[in-house]
C-alpha cells in the first residue's frame, strides 16, 4: 500500500480555511488505498521549519512526496524540494498550476515527476506505479526525465462527472494549524466547491478559458449537510471561480438550497456583474445567499475593455445598486498595476469607487495585478516590463515572506 506526504509549503499568503484541492486529492487516494498525510505550513497558526516537515515524511516512511507550487512562491518550494532530495529517498512529485505550465522547470529543480492539470486520475495511476502495477510511461498526465530527456506524457481524460469525484477529507488536516477555537474551526471548514473552470478570458486570469463543469445540485447539498453534521457550520463560501456562469444551473442549484432552511444554512459567493438579474438574484437569496463578492477591478472602460472584463463602467454601477435593492450585501474588488492604466483611468476608478459606495457592504481596494504566466497579459508584456520568468528572482519581486 503506498504511503504519500502532500505539502502545500509556506508563503506569504496565509489560509483561513483548509485547501479543497489537497483534500479532494487525499480523498481519491485513499479511496484507491493509499496512506496519506497532509502537511499545510500555510494555516494561520502553522510553524513547520523544512526540517520538521523531513522529519514528519521520515517518520511516516513515505514512499512519495508530492509538493504544491505556486508561482509567486516558487523559490521556497524548490528550496524544500532541494532538502528533501538531499536527505530523503523518495519519489518527488510536483502539482500545481505552476507545475503543470513550466515542467522542464520544475524537473530542473529536482522534481522526479510532475503532475499536471487535474489530478483525479493522475493520482490512482501514481499509486498503482508506487505499488508495482504499472510502468511510469503508462502514466496520464505527467512530466519525468528520461535519459535526460523530457517525457511528456499524454494528458488523462478529464472527469466530465464531477459526482463521481469524493468530498474533500477534511478530517486529513491538522486543525490545529487552522483554528484554535469552536468559531475558527467552523470558518475553516466554510468552504465549498461546486463547479471547476471558467469559460471567460479576463487577461490577468489564471483561470482564462478553462473548461467549466459542475456538480449536480443533490451533490452539493449532500457536502453541506455533512459538513454541518459534522463541524457545526452553518455559514458557507462557495468559491467557485464564478457561480453565475450557467443560470438554469444556478437556479437549479437555489431550489436545492432551499431544504437547507431547517439547518439554518447561509451562503455567500462570487459571481460576475453581467451575469446578474433581478429574478436571479431574489432566488439567491430565498435560498439563503447573503453576501456576493464581484471582480470589478477599474472604473475605466478603456481599461476593462483591455482587460477583457466585457464589462462597462455602466454595468457595474447598475449591477451595484440592483444587488443592494434586493437586499444582498457585496464586495467589489479593484485591482491596479496594469501596464495600461494611466492617471486618468486611476482617478475614474477612484470616481467609480466613490459612487457606488453606497450600496456595498465593503470595498477592496488592494488588488495588486501579479502577472501570471500562462496568462495573455503575461504574455503580452513580459518583455517590455523585464517581467519575463520573474518568479525565478525573488529579491527583485518578492520582499515578503511570512517567517515560521
Known amino acids: 500500500m503506498a504511503k504519500l506526504v502532500l505539502i502545500q509549503p509556506r508563503s506569504a499568503f496565509v489560509s483561513e480555511a483548509i485547501p479543497l484541492a489537497l483534500g479532494y486529492l487525499t480523498a481519491i487516494a485513499k479511496k484507491y488505498g493509499a496512506e496519506v498525510k497532509i502537511i499545510d505550513a500555510t494555516g494561520p497558526y502553522a510553524s513547520y521549519t523544512d526540517e520538521e516537515i523531513i522529519k514528519i515524511c521520515k517518520d511516516f516512511k513515505a514512499d512519495a512526496v508530492g509538493v504544491v507550487i505556486m508561482t509567486s512562491h516558487v523559490y521556497i518550494a524548490y528550496d524544500l524540494i532541494d532538502k528533501i532530495k538531499k536527505n530523503l529517498n523518495v519519489l518527488i512529485f510536483g502539482g500545481g498550476y505552476h507545475a503543470s505550465k513550466f515542467p522542464e522547470e520544475v524537473l530542473d529543480r529536482g522534481v522526479d515527476l510532475v503532475m499536471r492539470g487535474e489530478t483525479d486520475i493522475t493520482i490512482t495511476e501514481l499509486i498503482d506505479y508506487l505499488d508495482g502495477k504499472k510502468k511510469i510511461e503508462d502514466i496520464k498526465g505527467i512530466s519525468y526525465k528520461k535519459d535526460g530527456k523530457v517525457i511528456n506524457a499524454l494528458p488523462p481524460p478529464t472527469i466530465k462527472n464531477l459526482d463521481e469525484v469524493p468530498y474533500p ?66 455559514n458557507f463560501y462557495i468559491i467557485d471561480d464564478t457561480i453565475n456562469v450557467h443560470r438554469s444551473r444556478l437556479i437549479e442549484l437555489c431550489d436545492a438550497l432551499k431544504e437547507l432552511k431547517d439547518e439554518n444554512i447561509i451562503w455567500r459567493c462570487n459571481a460576475r456583474f453581467d451575469l446578474m438579474d433581478e429574478e436571479l438574484l431574489r432566488k439567491m437569496k430565498e435560498a439563503g445567499c447573503r453576501h456576493i463578492s464581484f471582480g470589478v477591478e477599474s472604473g475605466d472602460d478603456k481599461v476593462l475593455e483591455k482587460m477583457r472584463k466585457r464589462l462597462t463602467v455602466a454595468k457595474i454601477r447598475e449591477k451595484a445598486k440592483l444587488v443592494h435593492e434586493v437586499g444582498i450585501g457585496q464586495t467589489v ?26 450600496y456595498v457592504t465593503d470595498v477592496q481596494r488592494a488588488g495588486i495585478l501579479i502577472p501570471f504566466p500562462g496568462t495573455t497579459l503575461y504574455e503580452e508584456f513580459k518583455d517590455q516590463y523585464n517581467y519575463d520568468e520573474w518568479w525565478l528572482r525573488p529579491q527583485d519581486f518578492m520582499t515578503e515572506v511570512r517567517e515560521s
Do not use: H, W
Request: neutral net charge; glycine residues 6%.
Open 169 to 234: 477529507d477534511r478530517e486529513a488536516f491538522n486543525l490545529n494549524d487552522f483554528a484554535r477555537s469552536d468559531k475558527e474551526i467552523k470558518n475553516v471548514m466554510s468552504t465549498v466547491i461546486t463547479s471547476r473552470g471558467c469559460p471567460y478570458e479576463c487577461s490577468f486570469c489564471a483561470s482564462q478559458k478553462s473548461g467549466y463543469r459542475y456538480r449536480s445540485a443533490a451533490n452539493v447539498v449532500g457536502e453541506i449537510r455533512e459538513v454541518n453534521k459534522k463541524y457545526g457550520v452553518t
Open 333 to 358: 474588488n479593484f485591482m491596479f498595476g496594469f501596464p495600461f492604466e494611466n492617471p486618468e483611468s486611476i482617478e475614474n476608478t477612484i470616481k467609480l469607487i466613490k459612487d457606488i459606495e453606497p
